[in-house]
């Protein structure tokens, strides 16, 4: 069965203003990360924006995806819808596709279904795809929580390989990793606690600022497995004021816009999704310029603040 690591950018989906699909700029992102360095490439999760994509984008951004990506990495897909029935469908689309590794479910949003409810709604997604499936907890935008117990429950189906955490709860993420069965992968979401995840025994990480500065967020992974432990912190702590900046923004614009400081176009967000205001569009930009053009990725952090942090 298919094992889950590394470094894994959750992609966005490149859009002209209309919300078209930019084919050309989404295999110019996928071509940006995999000379990053990063260890797969996840599209169709919330960076990329799923919950604004017809049923036909989904399809092309797969198919662009297996066809421009050629092995080079493994390809992960969302099938993060609402219900069950909306969730095996894009399941079976991406199978029906093929070329991909493992699908991730983030838990339902909107509703809130019990957690009996949720173990019933994976259970049946993975009976009806042969591909393994990493579970999504991000409870800060969906309000659904996937507590230990039901983890646990869910590592028992056959081919749920994982779980991704989003949670920002390092003490829940250690739970899973002291609990979860040999071989089930846990992965962090969070992007500050790359390195935290790392050191208590994660896989890797699915990473949204990993779009913007692949090689910076690989390095953090590639540094810890060297046993390089000091520089990892070093390229964590490096990481964090572009974090920060990415909640100035309606998600994903500040991904977007660092895309393009970085020298690739990757179009607009659905709107009401627009334009990231100064002076964080300015911080920004320093802040990813500076990554990017950085020859030695191990120099110290910068010490500036945010604007209107104290």
Not at 6 to 11: D, E, N, R, W, Y
Not at 120 to 127: D, M, P, Q, S
């Amino acid at each position: 069965m298919f094992t889950p690591e590394g470094i894994i950018p959750a992609l966005v989906t490149p859009l002209d203003q209309q919300g078209e699909l930019l084919e050309d700029g989404l295999r110019d992102v996928l071509d940006y990360v995999i000379a990053g360095g990063v260890h797969g490439v996840f599209v169709l999760g919330s960076s990329g924006e799923i919950y604004g994509l017809s049923d036909a984008q989904k399809r092309r951004v797969i198919e662009i995806t297996v066809e421009h990506v050629a092995g080079r990495v493994p390809v992960y897909a969302g099938a993060s819808e609402i219900t069950t029935r909306d969730c095996i469908k894009t399941a079976q689309m991406v199978q029906e596709i093929g070329g991909v590794s493992a699908l991730s479910v983030l838990t339902p949003y909107f509703m809130t279904p019990t957690q009996s409810e949720l173990v019933e709604h994976y259970t049946a997604i993975a009976g009806e795809t042969d591909l393994p499936i990493l579970l999504y907890g991000n409870p800060g935008r969906t309000k659904v929580s996937l507590p230990l117990t039901t983890v646990l429950t869910l590592a028992e189906v056959t081919n749920i390989v994982g779980v991704k955490d989003s949670s920002g709860d390092l003490t829940l993420t250690t739970d899973y990793l002291r609990e979860v069965p040999e071989g089930f992968s846990v992965l962090v979401g969070k992007d500050t606690l790359i390195h935290a995840g790392l050191s208590h025994g994660a896989a890797g990480a699915i990473a949204s600022t990993a779009n913007v500065v692949p090689r910076l967020v690989s390095e953090i992974y590639n540094s810890y497995r060297r046993g390089d432990l000091a520089r990892s912190l070093e390229l964590q702590y490096r990481l964090s004021p572009l974090r920060g900046l990415v909640d100035k923004a309606t998600f994903p614009v500040a991904l977007k816009e660092g895309l393009r400081f970085a020298g690739v176009e990757a179009g607009y967000c659905f709107a009401p999704a627009r334009d990231m205001a100064e002076p964080y569009r300015a911080q920004l930009a320093a802040v990813v310029r500076d990554i990017v053009d950085a020859d030695d990725l191990s120099v110290a952090a910068p010490t500036f603040a945010l604007a209107g942090t104290e």
